[in-house]
């Protein structure tokens, strides 16, 4: 019996697929002895260009688990007990099944998230499949739970065909309700019920920590207050007394995203906006859209100063913190140099088209790229309305989300027309012609083009 199809599209050629091939055919022959079976597939995108493109697939290899004719990503190892353990995880319900009032309690009690729970009259009830479904492509980013027990739907408060979001007892305060139902009816949809997880899965004043920055606080803008959050026994009276002067002032801004961290956990931030060294016991930033970060003046906190900060952002008076290198002096060569303090200036200038190159001085493909980016400057540098450029992305904030830089080099054409929108070089072919051929094929206004 097949139940759970799972594709892979490497190409021959790539180093990753070869290192995951024998550790791929060695968990596929593991996962069908299982009863039901779960099958592994691979497909050659080389050859099967029209498949790898319906499922939008762009770097090899990719992964992707197909579940009742839908597809997810796979977000899993790459070893043989790795994705035997993944697969065989996300081969079961992405809800498990609750029995008594007491194993809710245990879950919210010392819980870290929120917990989700769906009371039903059974597994034939048509709002239990849909939010089963629901759960389905979230399975990751959620802990679900569910309930036939009337015992449990007394406890919750809920009619059976009800979902909840269940918020830790340590995150319940005055300004908002310790849980959130919505009725799963006839006319609700699995996108409705997906919205209604993420809009009240994040209490007022969460906890961010690594572990759920991507999945929780992504959101911008994102009002941070930093200091020895911890929960223990011994140290949760301290934590929760910064936390409460914080709820005073998230409570009037709803628009906006409040948490606490932990100091030490997010040590490199506080480095780069400045407050490592500040001397106070609590400091305060917020993340702002485009990648822009705002340090609060280091100064002891209490709610007014807090809501000062927040209101002096709102009005838009606040400077954003840049990590930058010296602006150059002189900057005139084929390739201008960027830092933090002229990304804005220079690439986001709405009159000239810009190519950017973010490197790292330790990277070796950016030194063997060096001579044909060089190259590429010296044959352009007579376009007025194009700019070739260069930034060390170790000693400079990007200071855009747009401009996204995850490896080196990453390299991004910035149109004059379309600053926010960059285009990324993806190809393999970093020489001086293929750089060329790039740079004709998305420049708004080329001079040596229009004149051939």
Not at 51 to 60: K, L, N
């Amino acid at each position: 019996m097949l139940t759970l199809p799972f594709a892979a599209t490497p190409t021959c050629r790539c180093g990753h697929c070869k290192r995951l091939a024998p550790e791929y055919e060695k968990a596929a022959k593991a996962l069908s002895q299982r009863t039901p079976p779960i099958l592994l597939a691979k497909v050659d995108a080389t050859v099967e260009s029209e498949v790898a493109s319906r499922f939008g697939v762009t770097g090899y290899p990719t992964l992707k688990i197909f579940r009742k004719g839908k597809v997810f990503d796979y977000n899993g190892p790459r070893e043989q007990y790795g994705i035997v353990n993944y697969m065989s995880e996300q081969a079961g319900p992405p809800s498990k099944q609750i029995q008594s009032a007491k194993q809710v309690q245990e879950l919210i009690k010392d819980g870290d998230e929120a917990v989700i729970v769906g009371v039903f009259s059974g597994e034939q009830d048509a709002a239990y499949e849909t939010y089963i479904e629901a759960c389905n492509a979230l399975r990751e980013d959620f802990t679900f739970r569910h309930s036939f027990s009337p015992e449990v739907a007394k406890l919750l408060k809920v009619s059976l065909g009800q979902v909840v979001v269940l918020q830790p007892e340590k995150f319940h305060s005055k300004y908002e309700p310790a849980s959130q139902k919505l009725a799963i009816k006839d006319s609700t949809s699995v996108s409705d019920v997906q919205d209604f997880f993420k809009k009240y899965s994040v209490p007022l004043v969460g906890h961010r920590k690594p572990s759920n920055d991507a999945k929780r606080y992504a959101s911008r803008p994102l009002v941070v207050v930093y200091y020895g959050v911890d929960f223990s026994f011994d140290f949760r009276v301290a934590t929760q007394f910064w936390r409460s002067k914080v709820l005073d002032v998230a409570k009037d801004f709803p628009e906006y995203t409040f948490a606490i961290a932990d100091e030490e956990d997010y040590a490199e931030e506080l480095k780069s906006l400045g407050l490592s060294e500040s001397g106070e016991e609590v400091n305060v930033a917020i993340l702002a859209d485009g990648g822009k970060k705002f340090a609060m003046e280091p100064e002891e906190l209490d709610s007014e100063v807090l809501r000062d900060f927040v209101v002096a952002f709102k009005k838009g008076k606040l400077t954003p913190i840049i990590k930058s290198q010296s602006v150059p002096k002189n900057n005139k060569g084929p390739v201008k140099v960027v830092v933090g303090k002229t990304f804005d200036e220079i690439v986001m200038d709405t009159s000239k088209d810009v190519l950017i190159e973010f490197y790292a001085p330790w990277c070796g493909h950016c030194k063997k790229l060096e001579p044909d980016y060089l190259a590429l400057g010296k044959k352009y540098k007579s376009e007025k309305n194009l700019v070739i450029a260069k930034m060390d992305a170790t000693a400079n904030d990007v200071p855009n989300d747009n401009y996204k830089v995850e490896g080196f080099p990453t390299i991004y054409f910035a149109p004059s027309n379309n600053k926010q929108n960059p285009v990324k070089f993806e190809g393999g072919d970093r020489t001086l012609e293929g750089f060329s051929k790039f740079l004709e094929k998305h420049a708004t206004k080329l001079q040596q083009r229009d004149e051939l």
